[in-house]
Every structure is written in structure tokens, then in C-alpha cells.
């Protein structure tokens, strides 16, 4: 027997259901999917992107951008559809379009499929935190503001000032370890979802009580690995004219470079 939507873990985690055909697929927004302010997390918005797509064309993910152009908060139900714009022997190019009760939520692109590698190699380093097991979990300064998503996800503080909040170095580098409900599986799905953290980011070099609401999300897939935790190797690389825009690094706790999620955020007080 085959796996059902069900005993896939994300699409459990979203709660995310086919729709009319096999190029339609529907999100419930419910809370334990939304931020502090009430609204989806935009990690969760692109892996619903991803699993609709791969859902559509029967490839894995090897890249996808999701652009937000709307807002949708509990009880929505987001609609997408998946249109695929080209299927070749090993890629397939695929846009999704997601609707709230008929106006337009959210646009992406995505790239599907995996070539035969004729070279191998990964260049950037790992940083050298501790270990999840010797960080502490993730301190905000308004844990009210956590929303239904943080208690889900387990976040433990990689890079810590003496104030127990995230810190940032002088180069806007911070990190954090996080695992989802019986660890972090092996889709580019799951690594969008702990990915999401370019606001955290923002938080550690700029102060720890404001937001980066995504104006996109992009992930760029290396190789997913089942992991226990994922490194979140945050990258800021600037904050100006109210725009924060970032880069992560996700590493399993060996040094296996798993995927590099990109943002833009818009930025200020919660």
C-alpha cells in the first residue's frame, strides 16, 4: 500500500488535503499553522506550495519561491493550484497559485526533479555551535506573541547573549537549532517549516521585539537528510528602508548541508 496524505508527516502537520484533481490542493488555515500575529507562517506557506507541486508532478523539490500578496488567518482555506509549465526526462517546471475565498493569497515557482551529478562538492562551513542537547530553548520578549506554530516546533538558542535572548556577531550571523514533532524528516517541505527564520535573524542584530513579515520565501534544496535537529545558520544581510533581507544555512547536526532558504521581510514593532 501506498503512503495516504495522512501518514505523510507534512501534509499531516499542515493538515493539507487534495482537492478536485490532482492539480488542486487545499490548506485549512488553523492556528497551530500561524505566527504571533494571527496570520500563516510564510515557512508554512511554501511548504504547502512544495507538497502541491510535487503532489501535481511526482518529483522532488530542487527549488521554490513563494511570493505573498495577501493575507489569510484561521478559519481561511487556501485553494492551490498547480499549473506545470514544462516536464522534461529529469526536471519539471511547475507555477502554484494560492486563493482565499477567490482573491489571490500567494504566486510560486517551482523547480522539480534531480540529474544525474557529474561533480560533487559543498563549500560553505558549518559554524561551530553547541550541541542542541546544551542550548537552551528560545527566549522572546513577548512570549505571548508566540502564536500556535512555536509551541510545535522545539527552538533551542545557538548563539545566546547574556540576556538568554538569539545573539548576532558584528557580521549579522546568528543560529539556532530546531526540530518539528518526532524530528525533522527528509522533505523539502519540512526544511521550509524550521528554515522560516530570517525574522529571527532581524531580532538578533536589530532588538528583540521586532517582526519581519515575509514578503517571500525561497528555498534552494541540497540534499534533505532525516534529521533529529537542523541547524538554522542565519545570515542578515542588511535591514534598511524598513526591509529586512536574509539568508539560512540549514545543516544536520553532522555537517550535511541540507538546503539554503533566502527572504525579504518587511520590518517593525510587534
Not at 499549473?83 to 500567494?106: C, I, K, P, W
Request: net charge negative.
Amino acid at each position: 500500500m501506498g503512503m495516504t496524505d495522512d501518514d505523510h508527516p507534512i501534509r499531516a502537520f499542515l493538515q493539507m488535503r487534495p482537492g478536485r484533481s490532482a492539480d488542486h490542493w487545499r490548506l485549512p488555515v488553523t492556528e497551530g499553522l500561524c505566527g504571533g500575529r494571527g496570520n500563516l507562517y510564510g515557512g508554512c506557506g511554501l511548504a504547502a506550495v512544495i507538497e502541491a507541486a510535487e503532489g501535481a508532478v511526482g518529483k522532488p523539490t530542487a527549488w521554490a519561491t513563494c511570493q505573498f500578496v495577501g493575507g489569510a488567518k484561521p478559519p481561511d482555506i487556501i485553494d492551490l493550484e498547480v499549473e506545470v509549465l514544462a516536464t522534461g526526462h529529469y526536471m519539471s517546471q511547475a507555477r502554484v497559485t494560492g486563493f482565499v475565498d477567490g482573491n489571490l493569497f500567494l504566486t510560486a515557482l517551482a523547480a522539480l526533479g534531480r540529474r544525474p551529478s557529474i561533480a560533487e562538492g559543498t563549500w560553505e562551513k558549518m559554524p561551530i555551535v553547541p550541541p542542541p542537547d546544551q542550548c537552551s530553548s528560545r527566549k522572546l520578549a513577548n512570549e505571548e506573541r508566540r502564536g500556535g506554530l512555536r509551541p510545535r516546533i522545539d527552538e533551542r538558542t545557538a548563539t545566546i547573549a547574556p540576556d538568554g535572548f538569539m545573539a548576532a556577531d558584528g557580521e549579522g550571523n546568528s543560529a539556532l537549532w530546531a526540530t518539528l514533532p518526532g524530528g525533522v524528516p527528509a522533505y523539502a517541505s519540512a526544511l521550509a517549516i524550521v528554515g522560516d527564520d530570517v525574522s529571527a535573524g532581524v531580532n538578533a542584530v536589530v532588538l528583540n521585539d521586532v517582526r519581519a513579515r515575509s514578503i517571500d520565501n525561497t528555498i534552494r534544496v541540497v540534499s534533505p537528510q532525516a534529521c533529529d535537529w537542523v541547524l538554522a545558520d542565519i545570515k542578515i544581510h542588511a535591514v534598511t528602508e524598513g526591509l529586512g533581507h536574509g539568508r539560512v544555512n540549514l545543516w544536520s547536526p553532522s555537517g550535511h548541508l541540507l538546503a539554503v532558504t533566502e527572504q525579504s521581510g518587511l520590518v517593525g514593532p510587534r
